[in-house]
């Protein structure tokens, strides 16, 4: 099982472009998130999905977008980065309710400049 | 606001000695606590999770206390070991509804030889 990944691993972005970032995971979990983590600050959740078709809001997801059409993928879309976006991106997924553990990707490391 | 409260401050420990770190919550009342590990340029990794109803909870070298009147968690490892240097998260989450964790900063704790 490769759990949870994630591409690209890098990117740099000029401010104003879009880009999308992939996750995947095997573990036929129904709840996926993606966070960002800033220096000093803890995961912050951007969007999440309760099972394939299904996106809500999380606590910071201006300026972003989300996609949850195959249960396994879960892709976050930046229409028009910003500097302030600069951060590690993580996706992770688990399985229904509190007492579940969530599985983290490896992170992306996104610049805008 | 629901707020996490982690020690911003590394905590530096001489090999073999217990490491304890605090996670203090404000404003809600979680079902469960529970806390991840995460290394420099990796995703959290989870290590153990707690429930309201129980005061203690162990794991190898780890241990997790739980004190929903206080609203605190303490987390404890014994004979600790330099390879146990990392970044420590705690995260309260709820029963019910989707999986919400709210994530503490971290605090990072090296282990000396």
């Known amino acids: 099982n490769a759990g949870v990944t994630q591409t690209p691993k890098f990117r740099v972005l000029k401010t104003g472009q879009s880009m999308t970032l992939l996750c995947a995971q095997d573990?036929?979990?129904?709840?996926m998130y993606w966070y960002r983590q800033d220096p000093g600050m803890g995961l912050r959740l951007i969007h999440y999905?309760?099972?394939?078709?299904?996106?809500a809001k999380g606590e910071v997801p201006d300026g972003y977008n989300v996609s949850r059409l195959k249960k396994q993928n879960f892709l976050l879309g930046l229409e028009s980065a910003a500097p302030s976006q600069t951060s590690v991106y993580f996706c992770?997924?688990?399985?229904?309710?509190?007492?579940?553990?969530?599985?983290f990707g490896p992170g992306t490391r996104l610049t805008v400049t | 606001s629901q707020k996490i409260e982690q020690n911003s401050e590394a905590l530096n420990i001489q090999e073999g000695k217990t490491a304890t770190l605090t996670c203090n919550y404000t404003?809600?009342?979680?079902?469960?606590l529970q806390w991840y590990r995460q290394d420099p340029g990796r995703g959290p990794v989870f290590l153990l999770l707690?429930?309201?109803?129980?005061k203690e909870k162990r794991k190898e070298r780890l241990k997790v206390t739980f004190d929903t009147t206080l609203k605190q968690s303490l987390f404890h490892i014994t004979a600790s070991q330099p390879a146990d240097s990392a970044t420590y998260l705690c995260?309260?989450?709820?029963?019910?509804?989707?999986?919400?964790?709210?994530f503490g900063a971290g605090t990072r704790l090296a282990v000396h030889p």
């Open positions: 992770a997924s688990s399985s229904p309710g509190g007492a579940y553990e969530q599985y």
């Open positions: 573990m036929n979990h129904e709840y």
């Open positions: 999905s309760v099972g394939e078709g299904t996106t």
């Open positions: 404003n809600y009342s979680p079902a469960y």
């Open positions: 707690i429930r309201e109803n129980e």
């Open positions: 995260a309260p989450s709820f029963s019910g509804g989707y999986n919400k964790l709210i």
